[in-house]
């Protein structure tokens, strides 16, 4: 097993980019960083090898985050945009996109866990179908056919929506 600075060095950035997508806050994201670590650090001992290391922390890195929002009882964001000054035109952009942003996270959270999950280590954490497979204890083909099944039914709920608009 590694030195564990050697781990925090090799993976503190991804793990870091992970959480920060998953709440769309820098602030959460370096909490939420060093809380994952923390937890990684006392249970390294019992790390067996079965998924990749960095797997291993993005699980305990998502444990830790909607732990926290239970613990606070707050509502996951989808990613705050920061609105600055700019011409109207652009600025209502910005505001189209982030409804967009905000409603595509609420229909993320009205699939089924086991789409919702599989999607989110896709999108957020960039794992390969292989790693998301190892999480599942499944095969790489499970976890590339549940994927585009997820992203069919979010699809379908999305223009559901608008159709009905």
């Known amino acids: 097993m590694k030195d564990f600075e050697e781990i925090y060095q090799t993976y503190f950035q991804d793990v870091y980019f992970y959480l920060r997508r998953l709440s769309g806050s820098e602030e959460i994201a370096e909490e939420m960083t060093a809380e994952t670590f923390l937890k990684a650090l006392r249970a390294i001992d019992r790390f067996r090898g079965e998924c990749d ?3 291993w922390l993005c699980q305990i890195a998502k444990n830790c985050y909607y732990s926290d929002c239970k613990r606070k009882k707050r509502m996951v ?3 705050a ?5 700019v011409p109207d035109a ?7 996109r982030k409804d967009t942003a905000g409603r595509l996270q609420e229909l993320l959270h009205e699939l089924p866990e086991m789409y919702r999950e599989v999607l989110m280590w896709r999108v957020y954490a960039q794992l390969s179908f292989r790693q998301i497979g190892q999480i599942f204890h499944k095969s790489e083909n499970w976890a590339c056919v549940t994927y585009h099944r997820a992203r069919q039914k979010l699809k379908e709920a999305w223009e559901r929506e608008n159709d009905e608009t």
């Open 81 to 85: 945009a920061d609105i600055l000054p």
């Open 90 to 96: 652009e600025l209502e952009e910005r505001l189209w």
């Open 53 to 55: 290391l960095r797997v």
């Open 77 to 79: 964001p989808f990613e």
